[in-house]
């Protein structure tokens, strides 16, 4: 098991690696082995696990009404999902997982999780943080579609993901992000140019550098 990765995880967050390891296989935690493409839940089935990713990368697809894939978010080793839906009466996957880099998930079954919060008030204190993160999160994205400009929307996607980072890397292609920002592509990519040449930001295709975080922020409140 990687040690590394579990310690990273937020459910585990200020443990000791070696305790966090302890306290997984008590409760009967153990990784498995993902490839590449593997399906590790669809949309709409039936969810009674959370997931640890604990090395490689797991992408989070939605498909939409056209019948095309988005991708809402890419996560790492040490990221987790599912959690915020796993004990809601009839629980089910609001999107689809898939391993984007072969590697290893730890899949906790909704009984041990209860095990390990009732084991370590940490764990507890630590599972009840990263749901409210992810409460927090959803009222962050419903607020990103109330803007009524393009760049009030972009500015707020892009905060959101960057989380504090100067430079990062969105887990969605252009045509993804004009769908969830309510905008046509050749819109968005304008806009985006604009906001370059301003020197509020830099881009490279996903990797996005924020130049000028207050000015991006001034963006919010721009009536424009």
Known sequence: MNLQALSACALFEGMDPARAADLVRRAGGSGRGMRRGEVLAREGEPCAALGIVLSGTVEVRHETAEGGVQTIARLEAGNTFAEAVLFARGAAYP?????????????????RVVELCRSDDTVLENFVRLLSERIMLLNRGIRARSHRTLRGRIAALLLEQAQGKPAFVLPMTRADMARQLLAARPSLSRELSRMKADGLIDFYRSS?????DKGLRACLNAEG
């Open 208 to 212: 996005v550098k924020i130049l000028n």
């Open 95 to 111: 999107a689809t997982v898939v391993c984007g880099e072969g590697g290893e998930v730890l899949m906790l079954q909704r009984a």
